[in-house]
């Protein structure tokens, strides 16, 4: 059936620098790949999405690329802060409203 | 707007008792899905909503698991009995004609 691949399932990088989350999907005909981030205790909100008509979105220090002919998208955070600290997912469309989540990646922010 | 709203936001229950869980949507989103978390599995859709019907409900682990929306403004998703291992954080979901799915702020059931 329709499968989200996340990696890392963690990850810790030292404050100020870049941190990379790569997801793969088996539907061809997903067409929408939201990012969502999750705080401790907290709901998932949306960060960044991008659909399959373009490569690359960027917003202030967050990016997404995507790799249709791969079915790869990774997302991509420069200069990380503390903030940035939590458990992030990738997610993509596979039939109507309906998409399905990555196990998720737990990002660690070091001082 | 409140944006998704779900209660109660803590349930603690004895296991064979019948839990409720309440989801109220944002007004004019469409589609509403209902999620569940665990450590173990992660984000899990359980069924989702397309005005008021179900559309999905290949996600509902058992019988003991139903669904309902009686109208554009409420959902209920009830397990009857409840055990232990349904012991999770249930959340709501709703999208309207984009395609962002916006969160409730979760249950989190715990089954003694």
């Known amino acids: 059936g329709e499968n989200v691949e996340q990696h890392p399932s963690t990850l810790s990088v030292q404050e100020g620098d870049s941190a990379v989350i790569k997801c793969t999907y088996s539907d061809s005909a997903s067409n929408y790949f939201p990012w969502y981030k999750q705080e401790l205790g907290k709901r998932p909100q949306l960060i960044i999405d991008?659909?399959?008509?373009?490569g690359e979105k960027k917003d202030q220090r967050i990016a997404v690329t995507l790799n249709k002919t791969a079915k790869h998208f990774s997302l991509h955070i420069t200069e990380t802060q503390p903030e940035d600290s939590a458990v992030y997912f990738c997610?993509?469309?596979?039939?109507?409203?309906?998409?399905?989540f990555g196990k998720g990646t737990r990002l660690h922010i070091l001082p | 707007d409140a944006g998704v709203i779900q209660s109660p936001r803590h349930e603690v229950t004895e296991m064979g008792q019948e839990v409720t869980l309440r989801c109220k949507p944002i007004s004019g989103h469409n589609s509403l899905f209902w999620y569940r978390q665990t450590m173990m599995r992660g984000l899990e859709l359980l069924i989702y909503?397309?005005?008021?019907?179900?559309?999905?409900d290949s996600g509902m682990p058992e019988d003991r698991f139903s669904a309902k929306m009686p109208n554009a403004s409420f959902s209920t998703l009830k397990i009857q009995p409840s055990e232990p291992r349904d012991s999770a954080v249930y959340f709501c979901?709703?999208?309207?004609?984009?395609?962002?799915?916006?969160f409730g702020p979760g249950t989190r059931l715990t089954v003694l």
């Open positions: 909503f397309n005005n008021n019907v179900p559309i999905d």
């Open positions: 979901a709703t999208t309207g004609l984009a395609d962002e799915q916006f």
């Open positions: 997610a993509a469309s596979i039939q109507d409203d309906k998409i399905i």
């Open positions: 991008i659909r399959s008509n373009v």
